[in-house]
């Protein structure tokens, strides 16, 4: 290839600043999700179906037989019969639990509904040809598009809401246009949210007693007072997230993680992350892993000397812990005593529904949003989430608060959910290439300093925490750490939610666990299989936790001074210090 013809393609390969702003705009009203990645997987869907003529005729007899079945159905309906449906919901699907929705007309709308829901399932999975992940998006986005029309979502097809609407004389419409006009405010900003009035961080929630002893460019690191006479030598350092607030683990009292971690005696520092702004959009993984895990650790080493470290990650704050510990391992640092991983996936080659906003023409799209603003906002993950759950987050939601003119009651942990954060354009990018689409701390292609490091290399024991309803973080990807690491490796399964299934007390009354310990030649158990051997526990994982962290401990001593101050790392400012403040 020529000199000209280098430069020639140089110049057409290369995106424009009008380009990238164009579809940052368009990202704007689709929530950054890009059209032409799901125009790619409904043409590949669509074109795939319409070289499939059996496959056509086989779902002209579905759907006469479906509605062969709701005709029969409707029939008895008329002539009294008392009859069970002839189409049940999905178990996860709570919409028409009432016995009002088992009465005519309700009985033939919600009955029409799945049944057409049921056909479309079956209609775009299964098609010859169409690639895995075209056929997963086909089918998500399909359901969302039924989910807007269900008649649980309107007034005169849902009567539950006509019910109360009876009932009230029509006080719960005029409640629910109120809670929406009182949204809109609040999406606006200007007004507050029930949440943020009634828990207010450093008043109500985050309220262990602490200080900031260390703060650089992109974290304020907390160290917690001692609640105890005697402490184990072994400090606990924990990296959350940084698409959190730390206070997801230091809730109300009684609810807080790190308030419970104190009072058992062990030494705790805590990463706060700053929330990022324009200013920060050149902030890359490593930079969060240099400014956020080592700095921290190396202070934390400051303040308690002669100690190894019990480092915890929590989300993709575990993440950034795994490269961490596994670049520390490969270079010989033998600081730490023990990693724990709470909900927090190190292979992903099974993202679950999050896949479906992971491929390179939506990463490239949100790319482009972000390189716009410098960051991605937190209402456009948020909105990512929601469309997970939408009959939860979403159209549930829409109808209790305004048809029924009902409210949520606030709690700390929705207070916390609202509290928003920000992810800079550079580190954010690079997390979605590097590890969502590449995989590349598994496949040992990940790169630190210049060397690669693997989650093989990681030489200390590790404590897994996994929830059976997480939909950010699978717990059949978080197992995967048993396979991949080389180490001795605790699992734990427990109840719950990414984040409810985290925070849980001991005093929570419902919550189970299963738990193993896995030796580095005893790895070959399937996820089913660990459900099916392991034996189920009552109480809160934090029990087995700590006891796991005692055991890997020392005998106990005076409790170290706050901060190092003859190090240059005085008290800065009482927790929970001032990056959390940050909207």
């Known amino acids: 290839m020529t000199r000209l013809e280098h430069a020639f393609k140089d110049e057409i390969n290369e995106d424009t600043p009008f380009d990238r702003l164009l579809r940052a705009e368009i990202g704007r009203y689709t929530g950054g999700i890009s059209p032409v990645a799901l125009a790619l997987a409904f043409a590949d869907w669509s074109m795939h179906l319409g070289l499939s003529p059996n496959r056509q005729a086989e779902l002209m007899r579905k759907g006469v037989r479906k509605s062969l079945r709701l005709a029969a159905y409707l029939g008895r309906c008329a002539s009294g019969e008392a009859s069970q449906r002839c189409i049940e919901p999905l178990p996860q699907d709570h919409r028409f639990d009432a016995p009002e929705w088992q009465q005519w007309p309700f009985s033939m709308l919600h009955q029409t509904f799945l049944l057409q829901q049921q056909w479309w399932h079956v209609a775009t999975t299964g098609v010859s040809g169409v690639e895995p992940h075209h056929e997963e998006v086909v089918n998500f986005m399909v359901r969302q598009w039924l989910d807007i029309f269900s008649p649980s ?181 033998d600081r730490l005593a023990s990693m724990t991983l709470l909900a927090a996936q190190t292979d992903f080659t099974d993202l679950g529904e999050l896949d479906l906003f992971i491929d390179d023409a939506q990463v490239a799209f949100l790319e482009d949003v972000m390189w716009a603003r410098g960051y991605l906002s937190r209402d456009q993950m948020a909105a990512a989430f929601q469309l997970l759950r939408s009959q939860d987050l979403v159209w549930s939601r829409m109808v209790r608060h305004y048809l029924l003119g009902e409210r949520d009651e606030p709690f700390d942990l929705m207070a916390w959910n609202m509290d928003a954060t920000r992810l800079p354009y550079r580190m954010h990018s690079e997390y979605l290439r590097e590890l969502f689409l590449e995989n590349d701390l598994i496949e040992a292609r990940y790169d630190i300093d210049g060397r690669p490091v693997a989650l093989g290399d990681i030489d200390v024991p590790i404590f897994t925490v996994a929830t059976k309803k997480d939909h950010i973080a699978p717990w059949e990807s978080v197992y995967k750490v048993v396979r991949h690491a080389r180490t001795p490796v605790t699992f734990l399964l427990t109840d719950g939610g990414h984040n409810a299934g985290i925070v849980t007390h001991p005093r929570h009354p419902h919550r189970t666990y299963q738990m193993h310990d896995y030796h580095p030649s005893d790895k070959s158990e399937s996820p089913e299989e660990f459900l099916r051997n392991r034996d189920t526990h009552k109480g809160s994982w934090w029990l087995p936790w700590q006891a796991w962290l005692a055991e890997r401990s020392g005998a106990r001593i005076k409790p170290p001074a706050m901060g190092a101050p003859d190090a240059g790392h005085p008290p800065i400012t009482a927790a929970p210090g001032t990056y959390v403040l940050e909207r």
């Open 153 to 333: 979502n309107f007034l005169p097809t849902n009567p539950e809401v006509l019910k109360a609407t009876i009932e009230s004389g029509g006080w719960n419409l005029w409640h629910g246009a109120t809670n929406a006009i009182e949204d809109t405010h609040k999406f606006l900003g200007q007004s507050d949210t029930p949440e943020s009035e009634n828990f207010k961080v450093g008043r109500d929630l985050a309220v262990t007693p602490g200080q900031v002893i260390y703060r650089n460019a992109l974290i304020e690191l907390i160290q917690y007072s001692p609640d105890t006479h005697t402490v184990y030598p072994e400090p606990v350092l924990i990296v959350p997230a940084w698409i959190m607030k730390y206070y997801i683990l230091d809730l109300r009292p009684e609810r807080s993680l790190i308030e419970y971690l104190v009072s058992q005696g062990h030494t705790v520092f805590v990463v706060s992350w700053k929330n990022p702004g324009p200013a920060e959009r050149d902030y890359g993984m490593d930079d969060y892993r240099r400014l956020g895990v080592m700095d921290a650790l190396k202070v934390v080493n400051t303040v308690v000397p002669e100690q190894k470290v019990h480092a915890v990650g929590y989300c993709l704050g575990g993440t950034l812990l795994s490269l961490a510990v596994a670049a520390m391992a490969r270079d010989g640092d």
